[in-house]
């Protein structure tokens, strides 16, 4: 008999990190030596999982900027991670939240689009510059409702995205990974949509079952250089 098809695991983190004011001290050589060190310790790591950087500066007092990376394997994934603070600006950033989840990719839509690193379906994550990210952990009454209930909620939830053809939603699972019971992105090429459907969806019946769905971080998507030109 044929063994079932185990379903990928696809692990993703998202560290936001904070820039120690000790960096602006540094002289304008040291300053250039350690991003280069930092963008080229981050550009070896990137052949080996998905990565996007965003920019926090300016939007939120407690981070600066996102690195969101995703991988099928977790102990490479925690290395790469780990590797974020040990040369140039690494040294000088701290990190301020972190979240993990897991995402299973359409084992149909695998078969049918290109993959990058052999486990993720081409553009299904970060094909657009505007995101929001955050945490959600559902009240108990939450499951106490019936199945068939929870789908109609979930159904009228689904409805208001598919509105916005330009926005791209996404559920990573936490359940036995983090504190929260999944993270929630929402991705859209424009701002405006991006807002007019996070109001939308607040004003969901379902909303009355979600106990934590703090902090939200709002991130513009910007090459790693563009950022670290930004806040140093």
């Given at each position: 008999?044929e ?8 692990f ?12 602006r ?30 920019m ?16 099928d394997?977790l102990e ?16 000088y950033l ?7 989840g ?9 078969a ?13 994550f ?5 995101m ?37 939603e ?10 929260q ?9 424009h ?6 459907a ?19 971080f ?9 950022i670290?030109?930004?806040?140093t």
């Amino acid at each position: 008999m044929e063994k079932p098809k185990r379903t990928t695991n696809v692990f993703s983190s998202f560290m936001f990190l904070k820039l120690a004011p000790e960096f602006r001290r540094l002289i304008s050589n040291e300053k250039i030596a350690a991003k280069q060190e930092f963008e080229n310790m981050v550009g070896a790591c990137q052949e080996k999982v998905f990565l996007r950087t965003y920019m926090i500066t300016g939007l939120r007092p407690d981070a600066d900027l996102l690195f969101w990376r995703v991988s099928d394997d977790l102990e490479r994934l925690q290395d790469i991670c780990a590797r974020t603070f040990s040369v140039g600006v690494g040294h000088y950033l701290l990190p301020t939240h972190t979240y993990l989840g897991v995402y299973h990719p359409d084992e149909q839509a695998c078969a049918k689009r290109d993959l990058e690193f052999s486990f993720l379906p081409k553009d299904v994550f970060g094909r657009h510059k505007f995101m929001l990210v955050h945490p959600v952990v559902k009240s108990h009454l939450w499951y106490e409702l019936s199945e068939d209930e929870r789908r109609r909620m979930q159904a009228g939830r689904s409805a208001v995205i598919a509105k916005y053809r330009e926005i791209q939603e996404t559920f990573f699972q936490s359940y036995g990974l983090d504190e929260q019971e999944m993270i929630v992105t929402r991705e859209a090429r424009h701002l405006d949509e991006l807002v007019s459907a996070t109001r939308e969806l607040r004003e969901q019946r379902i909303k009355n079952y979600t106990a934590v769905d703090k902090p939200v971080f709002l991130c513009i998507g910007r090459d790693l250089r563009e950022i670290l030109d930004s806040i140093t």
